[in-house]
């Protein structure tokens, strides 16, 4: 295992393009990289394990010609580089085809999360002028709703189920078209994907993603993931969404390893299930999944224990629970890992590089970025004192952010990006996540952090998942209230309320546990399972209102 130190140190821009891209800087093309340089007889590209237990592999060689095809197809219908495509599908071999299809020409590729309703789709579209959606037959009512939809093309069933007339038919369409397409060539700056946040208020922002971030993608599987030739890799993140996107599909991608794709949505059933039949060594995904194997921790001991080699978690910190129990109770290491949209991942525990691991811990920048705390004057803060996190632009090549297509950024400040995420320096060099800038509580003159109480709550076995916020209240400005999901074989009770309340209590400080605890049957998320503590805080503002106005 490399020292993390000399790593970070010894990270030299040149040479990882020389060793991670086949192209040059001003030659690229996402097709090429991810494919075409990898595409000898044999090697497979994707495992593939249908909802309904079909199964498939489908190599470099035969993505590479579909992928010719497409790009012959999107040609055909005045589709031009620089374009966007966007996907409205599950995790199948059409959604792959279609991705690599649009990068051959040159033109960007969109995601349509397929949990997305029509508002949330036509904002996308519209944003980013895509040309055309390739859909499936499950998803392709919602179009009916999207005004000014664009050129639709299906991916249909048996005798072409799905299609409506005049609309063109995905596998119809390909037949139809030559398996040669000379692959267009980009510069490094030049989009291949194009994103949208999914920020807690107002509407999702597009993020242009430029080529030169491939270089980032691979760094992070390389370093972090600790993604090995002889690993079965799973990441079980939907590639409408960007870890999926970036992690599942573009890196593993680019370093010709294979991905694997589960049709279906999350169950603790199919993901033992997969693991065991495809010797999975190599898992990622994010903490709600994680939470989820957990509570049914019998039935995963007894199929996992000892099968996994490492594990990786982004999205939300891990709680030290899931750590303990991942060591204790399947016998391997998982490390949680953090980044955004806009970032990709930059600060990680790192399976790879060998550096202090403290339970609770984003960890420490990835080789190619600095990223520091500064305080609200951007000066850097040292160990001890909660600021925002930021990365130092000039001095982080792997840095890959343009700004937000057509809007403007307050992210952009001096040399610096800030994230908008509150952290704090360790002594050892390590960043502790605090919560995002608007999630912190203050009570009483204290700072809380929603996340550690989150964490001793999860502790305790009657817990599932909580969130904690700051109700507002006139003595103390804000109070700790949490809302907690229960495990099925307890009751919610004013004693258990109490009992929670004492637990947090002796683990952290009498200042930061929750004075309230609401028992709730779920908690709001996002479609990629983010806790949405906003709208529980707008929940309580607006009953304090309604309070104040009678």
Not at 158 to 187: A, K, N, Y
Not at 460 to 488: C, N, Q, S
Request: aromatic share 10%.
């Amino acid at each position: 295992m490399r020292d993390y130190l000399t790593a970070a140190r010894e990270f030299d821009y040149p040479t990882a393009v020389a060793t991670t891209l086949a192209g040059s800087l001003d030659a690229l093309n996402a097709c090429v990289e991810c494919c075409d340089r990898h595409a000898v007889p044999g090697r497979i590209a994707l495992f593939w394990e249908g909802r309904e237990g079909g199964s498939a592999r489908y190599s470099f060689c035969e993505l590479q010609e579909q992928a010719a095809r497409f790009a012959n197809f999107l040609q055909a219908q005045g589709v031009r580089p620089g374009d966007c495509v966007a996907g409205l599908l599950p995790r199948t071999v059409e959604l792959l085809i279609t991705v690599l299809g649009t990068w051959r020409l040159g033109a960007v590729y969109q995601p349509l999360f397929t949990a997305f309703g029509p508002k949330a789709i036509e904002h996308r579209v519209q944003s980013s002028g895509a040309r055309l959606v390739v859909t499936d037959a499950a998803n392709r009512a919602k179009l009916d709703e999207v005004q000014g939809v664009p050129m639709i093309v299906t991916v249909a069933g048996p005798r072409d189920q799905g299609i409506q007339r005049g609309e063109c038919g995905f596998w119809e369409e390909l037949e139809r078209h030559s398996t040669e397409f000379e692959p267009v060539m980009r510069s490094a700056s030049d989009p291949f994907l194009m994103m949208f946040t999914s920020g807690t208020t107002g509407l999702a922002k597009p993020v242009p993603v430029p080529l030169k971030a491939i270089l980032a993608f691979v760094g992070y599987l390389r370093d972090a993931v600790d993604l090995r030739e002889d690993d079965a890799f799973w990441n079980l993140a939907d590639p409408g969404w960007a870890y999926g996107l970036y992690y599942a599909v573009t890196g593993p991608l680019a370093m010709g390893h294979a991905t694997t794709f589960y049709e279906g949505s999350f169950s603790v059933e199919s993901t033992c299930r997969i693991i065991r039949k495809y010797g999975i060594s190599n898992l990622a995904g994010s903490p709600t999944a994680y939470r989820l194997l957990l509570a049914a921790k019998e039935q995963v001991e007894a199929q996992l224990k000892g099968r996994l080699r490492a594990v990786s978690s982004a999205g939300e910190p891990l709680t030290p629970e899931v750590i303990r129990w991942f060591e204790g109770g399947l016998g391997t290491t998982i490390h949680d890992h953090y980044g955004q949209t806009e970032l990709g991942m930059v600060l990680c525990n790192h399976h790879a590089l060998e550096h202090p691991v403290r339970v609770g811990a984003a960890g420490f920048a990835i080789p190619g970025h600095r990223v520091v705390v500064l305080d609200e004057q951007q000066r850097e803060l040292p160990a001890g004192q909660p600021g925002i996190l930021a990365v130092d632009r000039p001095r982080s090549p792997l840095f890959w952010f343009p700004g937000y297509q057509g809007l403007p950024t307050k992210a952009f400040v001096g040399d610096y990006y800030l994230s908008g995420d509150t952290v704090e320096l360790n002594e050892d060099g390590s960043i502790s996540f605090v919560g995002r800038s608007d999630d912190v509580i203050t009570t009483s003159g204290y700072r809380v952090g929603p996340f550690d109480v989150e964490s001793a709550l999860i502790e305790h076995p009657a817990v599932i998942e909580a969130a904690v916020i700051g109700k507002p209240d006139p003595e103390r400005t804000e109070l700790v209230k949490a809302f907690v999901v229960l495990h099925g074989q307890y009751r919610a009770a004013a004693a258990l309320a109490e009992e929670l309340q004492q637990h947090v209590r002796r683990r952290l400080s009498a200042h930061a546990y929750p004075r309230e605890v609401e028992f709730v049957d779920e908690l709001p998320k996002t479609p990629s399972g983010k806790i949405q503590r906003f709208l529980l805080r707008n929940q309580e503002i607006a009953k304090a209102q309604a309070a104040a106005a009678h």
